[in-house]
T-cell receptor, first 112, second 113 residues
Framework: SQELEQSPQSLIVQEGKNLTINCTSS?????LYWYKQKYGEGLIFLMM?????EEKSHEKITAKLDEKKQQSSLHITASQPSHAGIYLC????????????FGPGTRLSVLP | DGGITQSPKYLFRKEGQNVTLSCEQN?????MYWYRQDPGQGLRLIYY???????QKGDIAEGYSVSREKKESFPLTVTSAQKNPTAFYLC????????????FGSGTRLTVV
């Protein structure tokens, strides 16, 4: 069963628009990681959140973890074509046993 | 610079053949992992190894085999028993028990011809 859910499954936005991707866990998260993957490439680490209410930003990408530590959102401001790719959330193994669990991913396309 | 190197980037296999995917890391990470990624699906764990000379089956180990003779290397063999091997394969490594997450290689795309 899928322990991490992501929404939406895919997203197409016009360049310059803001967007949000969500990741929901069936369990309280010990730590939540966001990764980005370009087509045919490996995963690149974006951010890690651990504390309830925590928020981190890197360039135009902001990630938040809710107070209950069961939901995280990834927000991109003024999207650019370089933001296109697949965004995956991952849960710290201390949540789910021994190994990381990944969400199914959200495919983002940014139209110029 | 430290990182994970996967080779080859593209691999073609005839039906009935075994092929081996290479994964090498110079990060001094104890743990290494192999994932399979199919379109529209998330990452599925094939095998993992927490320490040299030891490895464990993941969720979809059937038709695959691994070895971990050196800390730096974790090769994956896709055997002829794997009925649908065409996929994108990702190798990762980590330091267990830390918050550093996983570091990924750039992947190998395997196609059965």
């Amino acid at each position: 069963s899928q322990e991490l859910e992501q929404s939406p499954q895919s997203l197409i936005v016009q360049e310059g628009k803001n967007l949000t991707i969500n990741c929901t866990s069936s369990k309280t998260l010990y730590g939540l990681y966001w990764y980005k993957q370009k087509y045919g490439e490996g995963l690149i680490f974006l951010m890690m959140l651990q504390k309830g209410g925590e928020e981190k930003s890197h360039e135009k990408i902001t990630a938040k973890l809710d107070e209950k530590k069961q939901q995280s959102s990834l927000h991109i401001t003024a999207s650019q074509p370089s933001h296109a790719g697949i965004y995956l959330c991952g849960a710290d193994p201390r949540n789910y046993g021994q190994n990381f669990v990944f969400g199914p991913g959200t495919r983002l396309s940014v139209l110029p | 610079d430290g990182g994970i190197t996967q080779s080859p980037k593209y691999l073609f296999r005839k039906e009935g053949q075994n092929v081996t995917l290479s994964c090498e890391q110079n990060l001094n990470h104890d743990a290494m992992y192999w994932y399979r990624q199919d379109p529209g699906q998330g990452l599925r764990l094939i095998y993992y190894s927490q320490i040299v000379n030891d490895f464990q089956k993941g969720d979809i180990a059937e038709g695959y085999s691994v070895s971990r003779e050196k800390k730096e290397s974790f090769p994956l063999t896709v055997t002829s028993a794997q009925k649908n091997p065409t996929a994108f394969y990702l190798c990762a490594s980590s330091i267990p028990g830390t918050n550093y997450g996983y570091t990924f290689g750039s992947g190998t795309r395997l196609t059965v011809v």
